[in-house]
């Protein structure tokens, strides 16, 4: 696997939520989806070269996935892992959602 390849299976998905908002327009965070196995050093390597930023911090949390019931069985949601990335003052992303 090239080095571009490992940038692009890194982030998965931007998250975008209400709390994920209020995180960019308050701390210059954003929050991403990412592969189980990516390292912090991954993620801010991914995201410097995709969009062009200077990241300042990066934090990443792993998931659980809910359990939940099915049409009367019961089933477990997959566990994920997602990134907070914080950007040095004045730069951005523009991760809005594309409907």
Do not use: C, H
């Not at 490992?6 to 931007?14: D, E, G, I, N, T």
């Not at 019961?74 to 951005?92: H, N």
């Amino acid at each position: 696997m090239s080095a571009n390849e490992k940038v692009f299976s890194v982030l998965l998905a931007p998250r975008v939520s209400e709390k994920t908002a209020r995180l960019q327009e308050v701390s210059n965070q954003y929050v991403f989806e990412v592969s189980s196995d990516a390292t912090k050093a991954d993620v801010k390597a991914a995201v410097e070269q995709l969009f062009d930023v200077k990241v300042e911090s990066v934090n990443v949390v792993n998931v659980k996935g809910k359990n939940k019931s099915f049409r009367f069985r019961s089933g477990r949601r997959g566990d994920w892992r997602k990134a907070y990335v914080r950007l040095t003052d004045g730069q951005s992303i523009d991760v809005s959602a594309k409907a």
